[in-house]
């Protein structure tokens, strides 16, 4: 009797140490597998301070600006800090799944000679590591690469490849407009023929917006300046566009500006013009204050009806 109601406890203990074991025996399979990694070279991704994609006739450089990174040639532009820490987390210790072979005579027959693309990372105190892109390697091992320095073909995969384009938009900071919203004091639209201004002013704690005397609807203001915010770039459409170009896109007399001033230390100013819309009013194109690149973006609160003083006035809705 005694042994008939110990017995289930048995058997969950038994089942419970099998469980344990396989778990602790798989955790062991996981680390060895980890500990047997190959990776071509080891750099700390915060020491990198340049990167260098090329293919044939063309190449990309990408420099360390501070805390953030800048492309500084075919274009001098801002560069996608989500793309770049991706190629910096891939590349500072890129992970290889095995050796080919070393120093081998004929690098075309892996795609080699000439390579389908590089990547070059220099760190602050001058050290390059240099890898090339191949042919796609059999049995789902990914692409053949080249670790120029030591000659060695290895197989990587292919994912880690993913963001290292030969196009240079695919690295260029898509946000349209950079600012805090809580720091705008004052926002000035042109809307065709029609100007007016909108300016906040902290009454109990809170912060109220009027144009003159006339008092203004703070949830559409805010939801405003987050669509300014939120902007992203679709297209870059002309880099350094002449007389003509913002003629074509309706910016060299644009249809609306829109200025942000900002209490921030410098007291900043942002400036966004606002030209041709296209696919139905979906888009329309538009520059800064320097006119120095024309983007498409999505038109949203930069349509002619969005950009008058009656979209931000309270209404008896409102005060409902």
């Given at each position: 009797?005694?042994?008939?109601?110990?017995?289930?406890?048995?058997?969950?203990?038994?089942?419970?140490?099998?469980?344990?074991?396989?778990?602790?025996?798989?955790?062991?399979?996981?680390?060895?597998?980890?500990?047997?990694?190959?990776?071509?070279?080891?750099?700390?991704?915060?020491?990198?301070?340049?990167?260098?994609?090329?293919?044939?006739?063309?190449?990309?450089?990408?420099?360390?600006?501070?805390?953030?990174?800048?492309?500084?040639?075919?274009?001098?532009?801002?560069?996608?800090?989500?793309?770049?820490?991706?190629?910096l987390s891939n590349f500072s210790s890129p992970e290889v799944n095995g050796?080919?072979?070393?120093?081998?005579?004929?690098?075309?027959?892996?795609?080699?000679?000439?390579?389908?693309?590089?990547?070059?990372?220099?760190?602050?105190?001058?050290?390059?590591?240099?890898?090339?892109?191949?042919?796609?390697?059999?049995?789902?091992?990914?692409?053949?690469?080249?670790?120029?320095?030591?000659?060695?073909?290895?197989?990587?995969?292919?994912?880690?490849?993913?963001?290292?384009?030969?196009?240079?938009?695919?690295?260029?900071?898509?946000?349209?407009?950079?600012?805090?919203?809580?720091?705008?004091?004052?926002?000035?639209?042109?809307?065709?023929?029609?100007?007016?201004?909108?300016?906040?002013?902290?009454?109990?704690?809170?912060?109220?917006?009027?144009?003159?005397?006339?008092?203004?609807?703070?949830?559409?203001?805010?939801?405003?300046?987050?669509?300014?915010?939120?902007?992203?770039?679709?297209?870059?459409?002309?880099?350094?566009?002449?007389?003509?170009?913002?003629?074509?896109?309706?910016?060299?007399?644009?249809?609306?500006?829109?200025?942000?001033?900002?209490?921030?230390?410098?007291?900043?100013?942002?400036?966004?013009?606002?030209?041709?819309?296209?696919?139905?009013?979906?888009?329309?194109?538009?520059?800064?204050?320097?006119?120095?690149?024309?983007?498409?973006?999505?038109?949203?609160?930069?349509?002619?009806?969005?950009?008058?003083?009656?979209?931000?006035?309270?209404?008896?809705?409102?005060?409902?």
């Amino acid at each position: 009797m005694f042994v008939k109601k110990i017995l289930p406890t048995l058997i969950a203990l038994g089942a419970f140490i099998l469980v344990f074991a396989y778990y602790q025996y798989f955790q062991k399979e996981k680390l060895a597998k980890e500990d047997q990694k190959t990776h071509i070279w080891q750099e700390d991704q915060n020491k990198i301070t340049e990167i260098e994609i090329s293919g044939e006739n063309q190449a990309i450089k990408i420099k360390r600006n501070g805390s953030t990174w800048d492309i500084a040639s075919p274009i001098e532009y801002p560069a996608n800090s989500y793309t770049i820490d991706t190629i910096l987390s891939n590349f500072s210790s890129p992970e290889v799944n095995g050796l080919v072979e070393e120093n081998p005579k004929d690098l075309s027959i892996y795609g080699l000679d000439p390579p389908v693309k590089n990547i070059t990372l220099t760190t602050d105190e001058g050290v390059s590591r240099a890898l090339s892109l191949g042919y796609s390697a059999p049995l789902g091992k990914g692409y053949y690469v080249l670790d120029q320095d030591t000659k060695k073909v290895y197989t990587m995969a292919a994912s880690l490849w993913s963001e290292v384009s030969l196009e240079v938009n695919s690295f260029r900071n898509k946000n349209l407009l950079s600012f805090d919203e809580e720091a705008v004091s004052k926002i000035e639209i042109k809307n065709n023929d029609t100007t007016f201004t909108i300016t906040s002013k902290e009454e109990d704690l809170n912060t109220r917006w009027y144009s003159g005397d006339k008092k203004l609807n703070e949830v559409k203001i805010n939801t405003f300046l987050a669509s300014l915010r939120g902007k992203v770039i679709k297209e870059f459409t002309v880099d350094h566009p002449d007389e003509e170009s913002l003629d074509q896109y309706g910016l060299k007399t644009p249809r609306a500006a829109i200025t942000l001033y900002l209490n921030d230390e410098k007291n900043s100013t942002l400036t966004l013009y606002a030209g041709n819309t296209v696919e139905e009013d979906e888009d329309t194109y538009v520059t800064l204050a320097d006119k120095q690149f024309i983007y498409k973006v999505q038109a949203t609160s930069l349509l002619p009806a969005e950009l008058t003083i009656d979209q931000f006035v309270v209404t008896e809705k409102d005060e409902k």
